[in-house]
């Protein structure tokens, strides 16, 4: 009998424990949850165009351009390419250049931290 008690009392408890957790409709404009395809556009970064001076060198991968110098991501290799058409074949190179990218965050970007802002290469420009 005890044990009826419990298998009932365990399924009751189940019960009220997945209606608890159900999908319920909005009943407030303030509770209704952004469109998620709305949420990607806005969280898609925007491409800028830059123009400045690439340097290259141990632990440096940068872009001074204005003044800002900004630690270099290319992730295709870019800018490497560029510098081989202009005949800076080796590990160290400087040259100005024109790059379309993401600007990131805020942060300590390079191999040391020292760089307080970033830009992600996605081309050349002319």
């Not at 509770?31 to 395809?37: F, G, L, W």
């Not at 990607?40 to 400045?52: L, S």
């Not at 001074?64 to 074949?89: E, H, R």
């Not at 307080?116 to 050349?124: G, L």
């Amino acid at each position: 009998m005890s044990n009826l008690r419990l298998v009932v009392a365990g399924f009751a408890t189940l019960i009220f424990m997945s209606i608890g957790c159900s999908n319920k409709e909005s009943n407030s404009v303030h509770e209704v949850k952004e469109n998620p395809s709305e949420a990607i556009a806005k969280q898609t970064p925007e491409e800028v165009e830059m123009r400045g001076i690439f340097k290259r060198s141990f632990e440096i991968h940068e872009l001074d351009t204005n003044g800002k110098v900004y630690y270099v991501a290319d992730p295709k290799q870019l800018l490497m390419k560029d510098s081989n058409k202009i005949g800076q074949d080796g590990y160290y190179k400087s040259f100005e250049t024109c790059v379309v990218g993401v600007i990131g965050s805020e942060g300590g970007y390079g191999p040391t931290g020292k760089y307080e802002d970033e830009i992600t290469i996605s081309k050349i420009c002319a």
